[in-house]
């Protein structure tokens, strides 16, 4: 659930603070003061794409944040390797210059990550939705998700890449023989240069380490022979010197027990003193090189660097080409072979698909016949009764008869009044049909979604009377489970709220502002008389708002 949503500095809002809670929470305001910012603010720290004209004109960034009290994105935090929080803290910062800063709970994050999360917090249906619900593109995507077809639809997903695979393999293979002496050609010349080349895992650091050291063998041998000496090999040397310590500490140590754990230092001393002057002695001698190995060197780092740049990769990289390039050269040469196999293999995997695809659309069928009922169902609640409502599943008209999706072709079809043929959306419904059909596909939906919260971004568009009466019913009805925000121009449904914020449009040393209001009782009463009579606000009308809000308070009591 939302429970808080702060923005500052996003288009005429200078700073807002809107505390939301359970139910139907309404937001009413003129035109123009700024109500569907609102809805861009909540698109914005959910992830959605803005852009740095949102920011207010003179500052240098806008903020939105919002707060959630919800263990729907546990999975979310789990795949991000993020630690889960019960209430989670979202904050995006959008500078003047385009750039964006998102954070949840604290953790940076991507605007990738963001819409991620923010599709399962919140829903938002502005009024573009209604333009969504005439393409018919997107109703196999509305059954798919009210028959909850999700398993039979990665089966069948499976199957067909199986099958796409397949067929990119095989269409690898036919090509006419001069195109595949080309390629032979090609791929013979670079198994080749990368066999002759003789690579091997980490050479090229190994390389470049050796040349620096020959690079500076000079003073490196100084070093190393001025500290053998010291160690051992000079006159006084550390060895001879410590021997000697060593030797005078153990009779001492007959004398004195308190001496021996001293004297057993000074011997493990010079057995250390002894090994490192044979390490250095061992590496000293390993720094012998002859004349021409750093130019050998040199010639082999530029080959591998040649390759590298070539072929794009490192000698790992390299030895994985050659070996895939030796398995395409293989597959070339015996392609006739290959390809009877492959046919075989792609008419299994056909089979495979048709056969997930049926059972696909079995479920789709299904998920049809309660679709229609129940779209009708809510329609009639929002004053449609004469509606038809029909999901029309039919066959894909391709050579193969199906394709990503499945086998099936799905067209929502209405008929809004008796006597009426039946229709595509686009066609039949209106704008006011259209909002309803789509509330009631939302309400069909609710059930099988997790997500708590819903934004209706003036729903009431061209609805108006009794309609507008039952669409405020429904979204209340909706609040008994859900989340729901609402952003409306009419009384009807504002009067259904259990909580109402006013937008208002003020003016401050020449500076336009927009202010968000929680209204009581009173401030409710006077909004709705608004909303009722415009400017003209009488006791007439503040009766009849008070009557309406009666009204809802007796309803949402049922």
């Given at each position: 659930?939302?429970?808080?949503?702060?923005?500052?500095?996003?288009?005429?809002?200078?700073?807002?603070d809107?505390?939301?809670?359970?139910?139907?929470?309404?937001?009413?305001?003129?035109?123009?003061?700024?109500?569907?910012?609102?809805?861009?603010?909540?698109?914005?720290?959910?992830?959605?794409?803005?852009?740095?004209?949102?920011?207010?004109?003179?500052?240098?960034?806008?903020?939105?944040s919002?707060?959630?009290?919800?263990?729907?994105?546990?999975?979310?935090?789990?795949?991000?390797?993020?630690?889960?929080?019960?209430?989670?803290?979202?904050?995006?910062?959008?500078?003047?210059?385009?750039?964006?800063?998102?954070?949840?709970?604290?953790?940076?994050?991507?605007?990738?990550?963001?819409?991620?999360?923010?599709?399962?917090?919140?829903?938002?249906?502005?009024?573009?939705?209604?333009?969504q619900?005439?393409?018919?593109?997107?109703?196999?995507?509305?059954?798919?998700?009210?028959?909850?077809?999700?398993?039979?639809?990665?089966?069948?997903?499976?199957?067909?890449?199986?099958?796409v695979?397949?067929?990119?393999?095989?269409?690898?293979?036919?090509?006419?023989?001069?195109?595949?002496?080309?390629?032979?050609?090609?791929?013979?010349?670079?198994?080749?240069?990368?066999?002759?080349?003789?690579?091997?895992?980490?050479?090229?650091?190994?390389?470049?380490a050796?040349?620096?050291?020959?690079?500076?063998?000079?003073?490196?041998?100084?070093?190393l022979?001025?500290?053998?000496?010291?160690?051992?090999a000079?006159?006084?040397?550390?060895a001879?010197?410590?021997?000697?310590?060593?030797?005078?500490?153990?009779?001492?140590?007959?004398?004195?027990?308190?001496?021996?754990?001293?004297?057993?230092?000074?011997?493990?001393?010079?057995?250390?003193?002894?090994?490192?002057?044979?390490?250095?002695?061992?590496f000293?001698?390993?720094?012998?090189?002859?004349?021409?190995?750093?130019?050998?060197?040199?010639?082999?780092?530029?080959?591998?660097?040649?390759?590298?740049?070539?072929?794009?990769?490192?000698?790992?990289g390299?030895?994985?080409?050659?070996?895939?390039?030796?398995?395409?050269?293989?597959?070339?040469?015996?392609?006739?072979?290959?390809?009877?196999?492959?046919?075989?293999?792609?008419?299994?995997?056909?089979?495979?698909?048709?056969?997930?695809?049926?059972?696909?659309?079995?479920c789709r069928?299904?998920?049809?016949?309660?679709?229609?009922?129940?779209?009708?169902?809510?329609?009639?609640?929002?004053?449609?009764?004469?509606?038809?409502?029909?999901?029309?599943?039919?066959?894909?008209?391709?050579?193969?008869?199906?394709?990503?999706?499945?086998?099936?072709?799905?067209?929502?079809?209405?008929?809004?009044?008796?006597?009426?043929?039946?229709?595509?959306?686009?066609?039949?419904?209106?704008?006011?049909?259209?909002?309803?059909?789509?509330?009631?596909?939302?309400?069909?939906?609710?059930?099988?979604d997790?997500?708590?919260?819903?934004?209706?971004?003036?729903?009431?568009?061209?609805?108006?009377?009794?309609?507008?009466?039952?669409?405020?019913?429904?979204?209340?009805?909706l609040?008994?489970?859900?989340?729901?925000?609402?952003?409306?121009?009419?009384?009807?449904?504002?009067?259904?709220?259990?909580?109402?914020?006013?937008?208002?449009?003020?003016?401050?040393?020449?500076?336009?502002?927009?202010?968000?209001?929680?209204l009581?009782?009173?401030?409710?009463?006077?909004?709705?008389?608004?909303?009722?009579?415009?400017?003209?606000?009488?006791?007439?009308?503040?009766?009849?708002?008070?009557?309406?809000?009666?009204?809802?308070?007796?309803?949402?009591?049922?």
């Amino acid at each position: 659930m939302l429970t808080q949503l702060h923005i500052e500095n996003i288009a005429v809002i200078e700073k807002a603070d809107i505390e939301f809670g359970q139910g139907l929470t309404v937001l009413t305001g003129e035109t123009g003061a700024g109500k569907s910012i609102i809805v861009d603010s909540l698109g914005a720290v959910l992830g959605a794409r803005t852009s740095r004209e949102l920011v207010r004109s003179g500052a240098e960034y806008g903020v939105v944040s919002a707060v959630f009290e919800t263990d729907t994105a546990a999975k979310w935090f789990e795949e991000n390797d993020f630690e889960p929080e019960d209430e989670i803290i979202i904050r995006r910062k959008i500078s003047a210059d385009g750039k964006n800063n998102c954070r949840v709970c604290g953790n940076p994050v991507t605007v990738s990550q963001l819409r991620q999360l923010g599709s399962l917090l919140l829903d938002i249906h502005g009024q573009n939705d209604g333009r969504q619900l005439m393409d018919e593109a997107s109703h196999l995507a509305y059954l798919d998700g009210f028959g909850k077809t999700s398993s039979e639809l990665t089966a069948f997903k499976e199957a067909y890449a199986a099958y796409v695979a397949c067929k990119r393999e095989m269409d690898k293979l036919s090509m006419d023989e001069a195109e595949k002496e080309r390629l032979a050609d090609r791929l013979k010349y670079r198994i080749e240069e990368l066999e002759n080349a003789q690579l091997r895992v980490g050479e090229e650091d190994e390389l470049i380490a050796r040349r620096d050291l020959l690079r500076n063998s000079e003073k490196l041998t100084e070093a190393l022979d001025g500290a053998y000496s010291a160690l051992y090999a000079c006159d006084e040397n550390a060895a001879s010197l410590i021997d000697e310590a060593a030797s005078l500490m153990s009779r001492a140590a007959l004398i004195s027990d308190e001496l021996r754990e001293t004297a057993d230092i000074i011997g493990s001393a010079s057995s250390l003193i002894y090994d490192a002057a044979e390490r250095i002695r061992d590496f000293r001698d390993g720094l012998e090189f002859s004349p021409d190995e750093y130019d050998l060197i040199e010639t082999r780092t530029a080959l591998l660097k040649r390759l590298s740049r070539k072929y794009n990769a490192d000698e790992e990289g390299m030895l994985k080409l050659l070996d895939d390039s030796r398995r395409e050269l293989a597959m070339l040469e015996y392609s006739d072979d290959m390809l009877k196999k492959l046919e075989k293999q792609l008419a299994e995997h056909k089979n495979y698909c048709v056969k997930k695809a049926e059972a696909l659309t079995k479920c789709r069928k299904e998920a049809a016949i309660k679709l229609e009922e129940r779209i009708c169902s809510e329609l009639k609640d929002l004053s449609m009764p004469s509606v038809r409502f029909k999901v029309s599943v039919e066959p894909v008209e391709n050579e193969l008869g199906f394709d990503r999706t499945g086998a099936d072709a799905v067209r929502f079809l209405i008929s809004a009044n008796a006597g009426m043929e039946l229709g595509r959306i686009s066609k039949i419904a209106s704008g006011g049909e259209l909002s309803r059909i789509m509330l009631a596909m939302k309400t069909a939906f609710s059930d099988n979604d997790p997500i708590e919260t819903m934004v209706f971004d003036e729903i009431d568009t061209g609805v108006s009377g009794i309609a507008a009466q039952r669409v405020g019913e429904k979204m209340s009805d909706l609040s008994r489970g859900k989340q729901v925000l609402c952003i409306t121009h009419l009384p009807q449904i504002a009067a259904l709220a259990d909580s109402h914020d006013k937008i208002e449009k003020a003016e401050r040393d020449g500076k336009t502002f927009t202010v968000v209001k929680e209204l009581d009782r009173q401030g409710r009463r006077m909004e709705l008389a608004r909303l009722y009579g415009g400017d003209v606000i009488t006791d007439t009308t503040l009766a009849g708002a008070e009557e309406q809000l009666a009204a809802a308070d007796k309803y949402k009591l049922r």
